[in-house]
């Protein structure tokens, strides 16, 4: 396998993540016989800084271009004036939009060894292992009319959540396929009691789930939803909702595995290259002291040789020796160790080259 990868590494901590998620596939490359090359680009406040742009046609071109693309973090108080006529997160969602990737998967997986280290009760988080499938292309965030104006001598500002009914479609379509393979349970989430937008997507949702037969379809507010994730997470498997409601939900789902830096996401589309990224933010407060946790990122580049490169054995044998390195007590600062974000990588990389004939942790 021949591969090209886009990297993104953005603002903040992304650098140092990214660097050890390069670590990680150069090390997959050498264990299994491939060849990867690397091409870094920049985006987001850093981008701003360097071109004026959070995002340039250029790195756009060659994002559409690669085989895979693998981001960082973007954003930083540095860019956070609101009267700015840019800012680093436009970059992101116009490269989403650039790049067609309508489905955000985000796996919540609580490894047993870090139930202690959740906000919530161990009896809460036992057993979670939950896949949240957010609407990426859609919603508030794209939808026109949205502006700000001075009307009848006040200011006003206006964002549309629109949808349409094919990105309702295709993304609940996902949704129900992959509960085929886990434990045959959708949750869809939405506002319906409220929204005409909603409406709609609960009777897309409807439609679809009697394609789907052997799946459970329920339909929860995104109020209800919000608060299971906190007082029965063990309850879900697939749970797919829109835009806005995602960006939420997803956030909070990623504390129940006791810390942001644990987890991976892949957005996806019908054709042309993926987008990895970790779920966690910038961390404009810790970045330099390379004490960041890697394995979010690590485990989006696993994602990234399931999904984008067909990798299904060298993605597993990623997985699984994150898992043991967790297993066996290596910790960085956010979950109480003392590791630094190279050593942790050093920890994982020695059990991944170690073990033998990796296979499926799926």
Not at 73 to 92: F, H, I, M, S, T
Not at 160 to 181: N, P, S
Not at 225 to 247: C, H, K, Q, Y
Request: aromatic residues 6%.
């Amino acid at each position: 396998m021949q591969a090209n990868i886009v990297l993104l590494p953005g603002d903040g901590i992304g650098p140092e993540v990214v660097a050890e998620a390069v670590r990680a596939l150069e090390a997959v490359a050498a264990k299994f016989g491939h060849t990867f090359s690397f091409t870094e680009r920049l985006m987001g406040g850093c981008s701003i800084d360097q071109f004026g742009t959070s995002l340039t046609e250029e790195t756009l071109a060659d994002c559409q271009a690669a085989d895979a693309v693998l981001l960082g973090a973007v954003g930083g108080p540095k860019w956070d004036d609101p009267a700015a006529k840019d800012r680093p997160e436009r970059g992101l969602l116009a490269l989403r939009k650039g790049l067609g990737v309508f489905a955000n998967l985000r796996p919540v997986k609580v490894h047993p060894a870090l139930i202690d280290c959740s906000p919530l009760k161990p009896e809460k988080v036992r057993g979670v292992d939950i896949l949240v499938i957010r609407e990426l292309t859609g919603g508030l965030y794209f939808g026109w009319p949205k502006g700000r104006e001075v009307k009848d001598g006040r200011e006003r500002a206006v964002d549309t959540l629109e949808y349409y009914d094919y990105e309702i479609r295709r993304i609940l379509e996902l949704a129900f396929k992959m509960a085929t393979g886990r434990k045959k349970k959708v949750t869809s989430v939405d506002k319906a009691n409220v929204l005409e937008s909603s409406r709609l997507w609960r009777q897309i949702a409807i439609e679809t789930g009697k394609k789907y037969p052997e799946i459970t379809l329920e339909h929860v507010l995104v109020d209800t939803a919000s608060m299971r994730l906190i007082t029965g997470p063990a309850w879900m498997d697939v749970i797919v909702t829109e835009n806005m409601f995602g960006d939420i939900l997803t956030d909070e789902a990623s504390v129940l595995a006791g810390s942001m830096g644990m987890l991976p996401s892949a957005s996806l589309g019908e054709r042309g290259p993926g987008l990895y990224e970790p779920i966690h933010g910038s961390a404009p407060d810790i970045a330099g002291k390379g004490i960041a946790n890697p394995i979010g990122t690590i485990l989006s580049a696993a994602m990234l040789l399931r999904y984008s490169l067909g990798l299904e054995v060298e993605a597993a044998a990623l997985e699984q020796a994150v898992e043991q390195a967790i297993s066996d007590g290596c910790r960085t600062a956010d979950l109480g160790g003392s590791l630094t974000t190279r050593q942790m990588t050093d920890e994982i990389l020695r059990r991944m080259r170690d073990a033998e004939n990796p296979a499926p942790i799926h």
